[in-house]
């Protein structure tokens, strides 16, 4: 990851993660959080806020990070959210 990454990009992460992502801060990366994908309230996987995710999005994003199927929660990305994430990325190229 640090091969794309510099000081001062950006990095957007969707919750729940492991612990070890927001370390990248250490090397003066700033993360930026969307909204969670898991529902602590109602127990259930939430749906993904594409707008808030596109309104996190800066000229210094280098990165949006997601992992599929999620661990450690087991979500597993649908196709067409995956489609709507990739209309974001192509919006900011």
Known sequence: MYTYLRPGD???????????????????????????????????????????????VTPNTKLILIINPNNPDGRVWLRSELEELAKIVQENP
């Open 10 to 56: 950006e990095v957007i992460l969707f919750e729940p993660f492991f612990l070890w992502w927001p370390t990248i801060a250490n090397a003066g990366i700033t993360i930026k959080y969307a909204k969670p994908l898991f529902n602590e309230k109602e127990s259930c996987y939430a749906s993904i806020d594409f707008q808030h995710t596109r309104s996190l």
